[in-house]
Every structure is written in structure tokens, then in C-alpha cells.
């Protein structure tokens, strides 16, 4: 079974660079959720698309932007990253029609050095 | 403000025996109560999930006790594997809004 796509698996980025993480959420799911993780932590959530508008958003910085496309996939834009966005960024999709099943990604792993 | 509270932190169990992790909510609009299964380096996975129409779903070893007045639900693992050590996550939402997940359990299995 299709799964939710991740890409790039991991990333190094120097402080001050710019980061795009892009997901495939799985194909019918109208849903798109992006978390962060940071080392043992309980992951975050950050910001969702339905149907490709902006449905909810948590604490994401300013310095971070999403969209959701017209292929229903989705892109983070990381911007001024800091030595703090080091985490796991992990993206799930969902739709109402199955019961509320949300699937996480791998993830995309961002060291800023 | 942590909205799902989870405990403990850690577990250490012998294989073969029963692992219980708990967890409280706050939000009684929640309708969703999912757990998760997380593997270093790896996207948290899916274990199994609870509406909040019924109080108990099992799944193999895995069953989710759940108790609404309380707002309280459990997993618990039955028969423990050393392959079962892992970090778990319960969750709750409602609807498909957003997952709000709960602090982690560390659960390590020793032969």
C-alpha cells in the first residue's frame, strides 16, 4: 500500500540557509499535517492544509511558510534557520473518509550547523 | 499546557510480561484516541485506535482500555518482545483536526 512520502530523508543546512521539505501524502487523503520532533520530545504539530487551503496552524515560526499544491502534496519553506530547528519533520496525511486514520511519513531529518 | 498526559516516562519490562502506559485528556470534545509506536530515526506508526463509543478494542497483543468519565485510556501490551521496545505515543483529536500527542513512554524489553 501507498505510503506518505518523505523527501529529502535528511538534510544539512547551515544557520541562516534556506530548507524546502517536501511530502506526498497518501493518494484520496485531502489532509496534510506537518509535526517537528526534537530530540526527545513528543512531536509538535506545526501546520495543516485541507483540500490546499491552510486548515489549522500551531507553533510554527514565522520563518516558516507551507502550501498545499493542486497534486494535494505539500512543501515546509524553512527560512533564517537556526541552530534550534534541528529536529525531526515528520508529515501525515488523513481523510474523514476512513475512519480518521492519520499516516505519518518517515520523516525528514534537519541538522543546522 | 499539556493537554494529554502521559505516564510513565519509562517502563522496563521482562519479555513475557504485560506493559501499561497511561494516559489523561483534558478536552472533552476530544473523539479520537490513537497510539502510536516509534522507532528511532523512524515516523511514529500507527498501533492501534479507540472512539470513545466503546471502552475497550483489542488488536494481537495490543488493547486499549478506555474510560470516559475518567478521561483516562490505556495500552496495554501483552506477552512484551524485546521487539516491542520502542517509544510510545498516545494521541487524542477530534475530528481530523490536529493530533495532540502525549509526552512518550520509553518502553524497554529484556529478554
Known amino acids: 500500500a501507498a505510503g506518505v512520502i518523505q523527501s529529502p530523508r535528511h538534510l544539512i543546512k547551515e544557520k541562516r540557509e534556506t530548507a524546502t521539505l517536501k511530502c506526498y501524502p497518501i493518494?484520496?487523503?485531502?489532509?496534510v499535517y506537518w509535526y517537528q520532533q526534537g530530540p526527545g520530545q513528543d512531536p509538535q504539530f506545526l501546520i495543516s492544509?485541507?483540500?490546499?487551503?491552510?486548515?489549522d496552524k500551531g507553533s510554527i515560526p514565522d520563518r516558516f511558510s507551507a502550501q498545499q499544491f493542486s497534486d494535494y502534496h505539500s512543501e515546509l519553506n524553512m527560512s533564517s534557520l537556526e541552530l534550534g530547528d534541528s529536529a525531526l519533520y515528520f508529515c501525515?496525511?488523513?481523510?474523514?473518509?476512513?475512519?480518521?486514520?492519520?499516516?505519518f511519513g518517515s520523516g525528514t531529518r534537519l541538522t543546522v550547523v | 499546557q499539556q493537554q494529554v498526559k502521559q505516564s510513565p516516562q519509562s517502563l522496563i519490562v521482562q519479555k513475557g510480561g504485560i506493559s501499561i502506559i497511561n494516559c489523561a485528556y483534558e478536552?472533552?470534545?476530544?473523539?479520537?484516541f490513537p497510539w502510536y509506536q516509534q522507532f528511532p530515526g523512524k515516523g511514529p506508526a500507527l498501533l492501534i485506535a479507540i472512539r470513545p463509543d466503546v471502552s475497550e478494542k483489542k488488536e494481537g497483543r495490543f488493547t486499549i482500555s478506555f474510560n470516559k468519565s475518567a478521561k483516562q485510556f490505556s495500552l496495554h501490551i501483552m506477552d512484551s518482545q524485546p521487539g516491542d521496545s520502542a517509544t510510545y505515543f498516545c494521541?487524542?483529536?477530534?475530528?481530523?483536526?490536529?493530533?495532540?500527542f502525549g509526552t512518550g513512554t520509553r518502553l524497554q524489553v529484556f529478554p
Open positions: 501525515a496525511s488523513s481523510t474523514l473518509s476512513i475512519n480518521y486514520g492519520y499516516t
Open positions: 493518494p484520496r487523503h485531502d489532509t
Open positions: 494521541a487524542a483529536s477530534r475530528s481530523t483536526d490536529k493530533l495532540i
Open positions: 492544509f485541507y483540500e490546499k487551503m491552510q486548515s
Open positions: 478536552n472533552t470534545a476530544f473523539d479520537y
